[in-house]
């Protein structure tokens, strides 16, 4: 039996943070994650200015920007023309995308967690929870056998699948796009800059070429009424590249390669009781724009904040409702932003076709859409 303030259910970037976040304030967590051991999955790479603002009040952002590739703008590339967007005027602290894997970003929180006094069970799945006193009892399976957690609130960070929405009868309605993408990590030769993130559009797909270092890239393709691979080889990378105009030549095997399903969902709710949603528990949309992750850590911020005043006394009881009032309406607003911006870079269309192929380096190039834009991505 354990008994502790806060169950984090999940350990990826936003139950780390999370649960960081509550130890640093001097409050008890468990953390369990049902994989075996940490990720080494690139997935999510983006980290805006606002999230390093987070984690510089956290105390982890040197840690961080010791290890992220700095992206200043991007260039929109067409067959009719081009238009570069740099992010020198954010107003921002930190003017840049940060680039970093996934796999590295759960690193560096974890060894936040650490050096806090915290230990992520790995190989511990959560099963269920139930009323218990004045919070849940919940059950948790390791190899061996199943054992109790008694905590006075629990936190779903257990991504799209969640096991704690299901359990805690919290809807998640949505849907699915049509289509599928296709990502590849992969060394590129290219003359590109590093700090440079490429956007080539036409009228048959959207390819996209993140630098993750001086030689590895994130390539992205979008294309609509296309079939696409299970995972990219070397040689249709290269393909695509050249097909989009995009000066460069793939020189190794994807170190990592994968076609995914975007989904636009928002759950009804982000608490039911005791129980709170954070993450892609509680929203999953688009992965244009690059703000699932960061949404999430904001979430992950809040809710740390929000339960820390109210277990230290500082606030009654009642505004824990406060989370719940602050988050969702900017998850909602999000995946409605990440929408149209998936609309207007893959709608089957052969209209939205032509249109995004010749009006996207004239739109970008207008100050007042353009630095919206920039400044809702970056620093909303």
């Known amino acids: 039996m354990i008994d502790v303030d806060v169950l984090v259910v999940g350990a990826g970037p936003v139950g780390l943070f999370l649960a960081g976040e509550l130890l640093r304030r001097g409050h008890s967590c468990a953390i369990v994650e049902r994989n075996a051991a ?3 999955y690139s997935k999510a790479l983006a980290i805006m200015p606002r999230t390093l603002d987070l984690f510089e009040r956290a105390g982890v952002c040197d840690a961080f920007l010791g290890e992220v590739n700095r992206v200043r703008g991007v260039r929109f590339v067409t067959p009719h023309g081009a238009t570069y967007v740099p992010f020198a005027n954010v107003p921002a602290r ?6 970093v894997p996934q796999w590295k970003t759960e690193a560096l929180l974890a060894a936040r967690l650490q050096q806090l006094g915290g230990q992520v069970l790995y190989g511990h799945t959560f099963e269920g929870f139930e009323p218990f006193e004045s919070g849940s009892r919940a059950r948790i399976r390791d190899k061996e056998r199943t054992y109790h957690i008694d905590a006075r609130y629990v936190a779903g960070c257990d991504g799209v699948h969640s096991a704690v929405r299901e359990n805690a009868g919290i809807a998640f309605p949505g849907r699915s796009y049509a289509d599928r993408a296709v990502l590849a ?16 559009i036409d009228r048959t797909a959207v390819v996209t070429l993140f630098p993750m270092s001086a030689r590895m890239r994130r390539i992205v393709v979008i294309a609509p009424r296309e079939p696409l691979p299970e995972a990219a080889s070397r040689e249709w990378l290269q393909t695509r590249l050249e097909h989009a105009g995009l000066r460069g030549t793939v020189a190794g095997d994807p170190v990592w390669s994968s076609a995914f399903s975007v989904h636009r969902r928002v759950a009804r709710r982000m608490r ?9 528990a509680a929203h999953a949309h688009s992965p244009v724009g690059g703000q699932g992750m960061n949404v999430g850590l904001e979430d992950a911020w809040v809710l740390a904040e929000t339960i820390s005043r109210v277990l230290s006394g500082q606030l009654p009881e009642s505004t824990i409702d406060l989370y719940e009032a602050r988050r969702l309406p900017i998850a909602r607003s999000v995946v409605r932003r990440t929408d149209l911006l998936m609309r207007a870079l893959a709608h089957p269309s052969p209209v939205m076709s032509v249109g995004r192929e010749f009006l996207t380096p004239y739109v970008v190039r207008i100050p007042v859409l353009r630095n919206r834009v920039v400044r809702e991505l970056l620093t909303a």
Not at 94 to 99: K, L, R
Not at 185 to 199: F, H, L, N, Q, Y
Request: net charge negative.
């Open 38 to 40: 940490p990720s080494t």
């Open 94 to 99: 930190y003017p840049f995308i940060s680039i």
């Open 185 to 200: 990590d992969v060394p590129v030769e290219t003359t590109v800059p590093k700090d440079e993130a490429r956007v080539h």
């Open 272 to 280: 039911a009781g005791n129980v709170f949603l954070a993450g892609d």
